[in-house]
């Protein structure tokens, strides 16, 4: 994971989205237009969008899509026997 600024650009060679200065401190990042983050939560943001990338290629061949592979990755195995008993009830 490599970020780099290019001017007032913030680029990664892991994902398309981009963080652009807009002054004062201030960030943009192309997957949250309206919101002006600091130079940390940027970064953040940034890096975010590489996991994100890897997710999704990585839950590919397991038939899942990255919300989906996050999302069942972020239950607890307690959570996941509740589901399972429910799926099977029906």
């Known amino acids: 994971m ?9 680029i990664s060679d892991r994902t398309v989205h981009t963080a652009r200065s807009v002054g004062q401190d201030g ?8 919101r ?7 970064v953040g943001a940034l890096l975010i969008a590489e996991l994100a990338t890897e997710i ?3 839950a ?20 996941l026997d509740r589901a399972s008993q429910w799926t099977n009830a029906t």
């Open 2 to 10: 490599a970020l780099q600024m290019i001017g007032t650009l913030m």
């Open 27 to 34: 960030w943009v990042v192309s997957y949250l237009p309206g």
């Open 36 to 42: 002006t983050l600091g130079l940390s939560a940027a």
């Open 56 to 58: 999704a290629s990585t």
């Open 60 to 79: 590919r061949p397991l038939g899942l899509t990255a919300p989906e592979a996050v999302g069942l990755s972020l239950l607890t195995p307690r959570a």
